[in-house]
């Protein structure tokens, strides 16, 4: 299975189109999303009219800003720019975008020989930041390639046979070759508000079959995602942290 895997989209409709624009012309099965369409970001009707229409085989799975935007949960725990954004979001959902999120499944499913979760297979809302994290997840299950979300920094952890955790963080494009030998967590990063200091969106190429996982990076049109979410009225460092990839 050859996947075009991305997450954290978080309501920018430029950074998703310019990552279509980039797999356009490649060849690959499916597409997963493993959370947050919304939150963030001024345009989640053009986010979700985007992916709730895709013409092929899609897996999708909820985030934290999808389970509260749908009423599902409070917001407890969101900051206030987090939560300010939501609520605007809710406003302005469509009714066919509020029922596509309404049914979107909790993770984690497996499809394709992945496991999708947005924090960790565990909890949805966990942030797996380093190789203690990883490692309780590695023990806890056994699934040879998970796909996670929810931190926006695109990063790879793995575990050989004798239980060694190792990670690290991609910089940039890069090819990853995966050994059958060891199980892996794999996050893409964040389509639309990468947070590793790099302001291009981030995304992941995932092939099961040839074990292989591709990080990438495109640019997209930063001032026009800032104005849209300044014209909404929408918390003003929603829109300054998008030109520093913070």
Known sequence: MRAVV???IHANSEALRAVFSRVRRKKFDCIACLGDFV?????PNQVLDAMRTFKGTKYYIRGNHDRFVAALEEGN??????????EWTREHLSAPNRRFLEKLPLGPIERGGFVLCHGSP????????????AGRIFETFEA????????HLPVIFSIDRKGKVRGSAVRGDAIVRLDPARRYLINPGSVGQPRDRNP?????I???????????????NIAKTQTAILKAGL????????????
Do not use: C, M
């Open 235 to 246: 918390p003003v460092v929603l829109a300054n942290r998008l030109k520093w990839g913070t």
């Open 200 to 204: 291009r969106s981030s995304f992941a």
């Open 39 to 43: 939150g963030y970001g001024a345009e």
């Open 144 to 151: 040879p390639i998970i796909l996670y979300g929810h931190t």
């Open 6 to 8: 991305v997450s954290d």
């Open 122 to 133: 565990g909890d949805e809302d966990e942030y797996v930041f380093n190789e203690f994290h």
């Open 206 to 220: 995932v092939d099961s079959d040839r074990r292989t996982a591709q990080f990438l990076r495109v640019p997209y």
């Open 77 to 86: 725990g969101f900051n206030p720019a987090a939560k300010s954004a939501a």
